[in-house]
């Protein structure tokens, strides 16, 4: 039985691959949140969901300090001394406010911090036993915010950069080995906020959909995954184009 | 602020939207934001889900599951999860929802707020009477736990009860026994509204679910298709091995995406031209099908939920939906005249239901079903002309006694409102200070 660790586990995105998970067959969970009341209704929720099957989910559910890197190190220690971990799935975060960390770096500090540095360190923890083990699979929660410097959200973008970056140099080292490292980009994602609601021009993809793509990169062990998958043309020409043309446009 | 509309498409007005997404963060949530409304899937037709450039609390969010005993096959789960969540997860696990509407993409807590009702209220009632019991945010910032024994006052206001005494949270529901998705079917045409009757009486007692499509168009001896069905268990269902190969395609179909009405047209495809031969090309083809079959649960209950968006077929303006009971004494004149009344009119309907209900009393205080006869009809909005057939209607439901469907409505009048429903004044007593829409202010105070 695959052993799933989920970091950030109320977020949708994490949640609703956990739902993914535990319908297509047993799996042990390890679910790992900041508020305990509030993963608790996850785990009971998937409690629920895991199909009648002779092995039930055994979800447990830890808190730990998100940007404390010594809780952060004493939480993977004590999941890793519980069984081997096959998929760590990193997916907290905080859509921070781009105006306010502008006018706060206090904001902005805890912004970087808990989007950028915390996942990194969660992944680094994680590796070291992977790599003793030589098997395992490293999932990451990026942006597509990460791929260019905006105006209107870089401080989340330059904190889903650090995390692209670093996920580019952990496969680099871990290319010849067993352990995969998914980077995951999801776009604009439909939140419950805009759910059934006539969302004016901006297309966004569900979180079901969003989800059901993360399940598979991580199933095939791709190193990008982008979600839904026309982001990745999107973000190519954004990337490529000039910068004349670039600072005209209000993005 | 975002545009909003119900299902009937009729209108589109700006509402100050929250998601609830934390059960034990709803109250405080309607506290600050108050006063308003919840809104689930936005199945209902009418006004009853829309609060107009006020506050619009969306409870889809809520959609996680708390408990459920294989035992005793009692769910408790928030109110924002989908009926088909709860189906497809536990229907293989031998358990089923009593009661579903025609479409299982409502929110439980819409179900209960409307007390909804399906092809089986002769045999199981309506869905109010499955809740076991829910918890229930004031916008107070109050949760009141409520069941039928200490607060049964409370359950009858709020089962049925429109959203208007406050937000479920939570429900606990008990489900019913199935051994497998199938039902033996029987589909059989009939001509004219005493046949219906005779068909309708006859399959009361060995036949859990029971409905018919009526052709409103064909004049005095409408003819119709009557369709009954009964669970079978697993032993049954294991006699047919090509059901084997049925459920699979079954299960690849509901993993698939259904097909979707991707656009509204400039004109409602459902018309005075195309209304006829609809009809008499589905009545031909539903004829030829008729006589005994097998159906998975899905096809058979919710047929439309297979068409997303199909409510954009009635075109820019949208349609009206009119679902009026009418006792069984009056039942087969009242139902004759409201077919010929929409005869002479030039106005159809594609999507007509007929059905009797049981001889039973719904629970809530504004339940719509009562026992005698049902029948569900639709309307593109064709404006002045639309609403004069509809009052028509209007007169015959007000003289056979009859009742209006709140979820379905959009227009009814406040005096048919009130000899519909005697027992508005005990129900007003539980009403939330903080919530009120549109529907809630068309027909009673606030």
Redesign the interface.
């Given at each position: 039985m695959q052993h799933i660790v989920i970091i950030g586990a109320t977020s949708?995105m994490a949640e609703h691959c956990a739902r993914l998970w535990v319908q297509a067959s047993p799996v042990r969970l390890t679910l790992v949140g900041r508020d305990e009341?509030?993963t608790q209704?996850?785990a009971?929720?998937l409690r629920?969901?895991s199909?009648?099957s002779p092995v039930k989910v055994q979800v447990q559910v830890l808190t730990t300090d998100f940007v404390n890197a010594a809780a952060i190190a004493h939480t993977v220690q004590t999941i890793t001394a519980l069984a081997p971990v096959d998929v760590v799935l990193i997916a907290h975060g905080v859509l921070s406010d781009q105006a306010t960390c502008q006018d706060d770096v206090l904001a902005c500090d805890a912004a970087l911090q808990v989007n950028g540095v915390s996942p990194v360190l969660f992944a680094e923890a994680f590796a070291k036993p992977m790599v003793a083990a030589n098997r395992g699979t490293i999932a990451i929660i990026g942006s597509v915010a990460g791929d260019r410097g905006r105006k209107t959200n870089y401080v989340y973008g330059a904190a889903k950069g650090l995390v692209s970056r670093y996920a580019q140099g952990m496969q680099h080292r871990l290319a010849h080995t067993n352990v995969k490292v998914v980077l995951i980009k999801p776009g604009p994602t439909d939140?419950?906020?805009?759910?059934?609601?006539?969302?004016?021009g901006q297309k966004m993809a569900s979180v079901e959909q969003v989800a059901k793509d993360i399940v598979a990169g991580i199933a095939a062990g791709k190193p990008v995954v982008y979600t839904p998958g026309i982001w990745r043309v999107i973000m190519l020409v954004v990337m490529h184009l000039p910068r004349f043309v670039f600072n005209k446009l209000n993005i | 602020m975002?545009?909003?509309?119900a299902w009937g498409r009729l209108s589109?007005d700006l509402h100050e939207?929250q998601?609830?997404?934390?059960?034990?963060a709803v109250a405080s949530v309607l506290q600050a934001h108050q006063p308003g409304l919840a809104f689930g899937?936005?199945r209902s037709y009418g006004d009853v889900c829309l609060n107009p450039n006020g506050n619009l609390w969306?409870t889809?969010?809520l959609n996680?599951?708390?408990?459920?005993n294989?035992a005793t096959g009692r769910?408790v789960?928030e109110a924002g999860v989908l009926l088909c969540d709860i189906q497809r997860?536990l229907v293989?696990?031998g358990w089923m929802l009593p009661v579903t509407p025609g479409t299982q993409r409502i929110t439980v807590g819409g179900a209960i707020a409307n007390d909804v009702h399906g092809k089986n209220h002769h045999a199981v009632g309506s869905f109010g009477d499955h809740v076991l019991g829910l918890s229930l945010a004031r916008t107070t910032g109050d949760v009141l736990q409520l069941d039928w024994l200490n607060t049964s006052d409370w359950m009858r206001a709020t089962v049925g009860g429109l959203g208007l005494t406050g937000v479920i949270v939570t429900a606990e529901l008990q489900l019913r026994r199935v051994s497998s998705p199938w039902l033996r079917t029987e589909t059989w045409p009939y001509q004219g509204l005493s046949e219906f009757f005779e068909l309708a009486d006859a399959s009361e007692h060995d036949w859990e679910h029971t409905v018919s499509w009526i052709d409103c168009l064909a004049g005095p001896t409408a003819r119709g298709i009557f369709m009954r069905a009964n669970h079978m268990t697993a032993q049954e269902a294991a006699a047919m091995p090509s059901l084997r190969a049925a459920l699979a395609a079954q299960n690849r179909k509901m993993q698939s995406k259904p097909l979707r009405m991707p656009f509204v047209p400039p004109v409602s495809l459902v018309n005075s031209l195309s209304l006829k031969p609809f009809n008499w090309a589905y009545y031909q083809l539903q004829k030829l099908k008729s006589g005994i079959d097998v159906a998975h649960y899905e096809p058979f209950f919710y047929p439309l939920d297979n068409l997303q968006h199909w409510n954009r077929m009635y075109g820019p303006h949208g349609f009206y939906q009119y679902q009026s009971v009418v006792p069984r004494a009056v039942g087969q004149d009242a139902v004759q005249a409201m077919l010929d009344a929409i005869a002479a009119s030039g106005e159809g309907s594609f999507l007509a239901v007929l059905k009797t209900f049981g001889n039973r009393e719904a629970k809530g205080l504004l339940s719509f079903p009562q026992p005698g006869v049902t029948l569900a009809l639709d309307f593109p909005n064709r404006g002045e002309r639309t609403l004069r057939l509809l009052a028509q209607l209007d007169a015959i439901v007000r003289e056979a006694r009859g009742r209006l469907y709140m979820a379905k409505d959009a227009r009814m009048p406040r005096d048919l409102f009130g000899a519909g429903y005697p027992r508005l004044s005990e129900f007003a007593a539980h009403r939330d200070p903080g919530i009120s829409s549109a529907m809630s202010r068309r027909l009673m105070e606030f």
């Open positions: 949708a009341a509030r209704c996850v009971d929720d629920v969901r199909p009648w939140t419950p906020m805009t759910s059934d609601l006539k969302a004016k | 975002k545009l909003v509309s589109h939207v998601a609830l997404t934390d059960r034990t899937n936005g969306l889809t969010g996680k599951f708390i408990a459920f294989e769910l789960c997860l293989p696990r």
